[in-house]
Nanobody
Framework: QENLVESGGGSVQAGGSLTLSCRAS????????FAWFRQVPGEEREGVAA????????YYAASVEGRFTISQDNAKNTLYLQMNSLKPEDTAVYYC??????????????????????WGQGTQVTVSS
């Protein structure tokens, strides 16, 4: 059974770092794409970063490129989001998501929430100024 469980959220001061983890069970890693999204109350869920095939393909939102790194460890069945140089505007609930990889469309849809059929429960990240 496919399942995603996030961990690693918390509170940090601006300029600090956090690493989020997402334990992914029941997936074939070559056929699955994974992503991190975030959401602030009252706003739409925003695609942050995505990955396929252990980093053969990665995508990042412009707002986090150069500061965040997405990776996956297939031996540990875990997806990561390393977040550096955090800003108060990074404050949100962060979710990991997964679905079957479609090479024809993923480049245009990785940041769209409806691309993913399975979601974790979310983990809060708070960055104070």
């Amino acid at each position: 059974q496919e399942n995603l469980v996030e961990s690693g959220g918390g509170s940090v001061q601006a300029g600090g770092s956090l690493t989020l983890s997402c334990r992914a069970s029941g997936y074939g890693y070559y056929s699955t794409c994974f992503a991190w999204f975030r959401q602030v109350p009252g706003e739409e869920r925003e695609g942050v970063a995505a990955i396929w095939n252990s980093g053969a393909i990665t995508y990042y939102a412009a707002s986090v490129e150069g500061r965040f790194t997405i990776s996956q460890d297939n031996a540990k069945n875990t997806l990561y989001l390393q977040m550096n140089s955090l800003k108060p505007e990074d404050t949100a609930v962060y979710y990991c998501a997964a679905d079957k990889y479609n090479p024809l469309t993923y480049g245009d849809t990785w940041y769209v929430p409806s691309t993913y059929g399975t979601w974790g429960q979310g983990t809060q990240v708070t960055v104070s100024s």
